[in-house]
């Protein structure tokens, strides 16, 4: 069984920063694109990033465009998401995921999914 195992989450205000991180326990991870999704209350959950494995290539939704970016390192199985300038609006529980493609993250199909971390925006 693959687990992704996030951190970093917690209490900021508006303007501050924050990094997760999501470690993934199999070396395996290196032919998987992994992502962040988010999910606030009583909305939908929602594609926030993603980064392939293998070519780095990043993936970012418009709302987080220029804020928020992505990386990974693949000696860590450990992919991070550092979140800039944050705004209210970014309060939810963020979830990283870990899915074969883009195609299959973006339709919110990934293969495993993280326990999710809460990301709280104060104004």
């Known amino acids: 069984q693959v687990q992704l195992v996030e951190s970093g989450g917690g209490l900021v205000q508006a303007g501050g920063s924050l990094r997760l991180s999501c470690a993934a326990s199999?070396?395996?991870?290196?032919?998987?694109?992994m992502g962040w999704f988010r999910q606030a209350p009583g909305k939908e959950r929602e594609f926030v990033s993603a980064i392939t494995w293998l070519e780095g290539v990043t993936y970012y939704t418009d709302s987080v465009k220029g804020r928020f970016t992505i990386s990974r390192d693949n000696t860590k199985n450990t992919v991070y998401l550092q979140m800039n300038s944050l705004k209210p609006e970014d309060t939810a529980v963020y979830y990283c995921?870990?899915?074969?493609?883009?195609?299959?993250?973006?339709?919110?199909?990934?293969?495993?999914w993280g326990q999710g971390t809460q990301v709280t925006v104060s104004s």
């Open positions: 199999r070396r395996t991870f290196n032919t998987y694109t």
């Open positions: 995921a870990a899915a074969p493609d883009i195609a299959t993250m973006r339709r919110l199909q990934p293969d495993y």
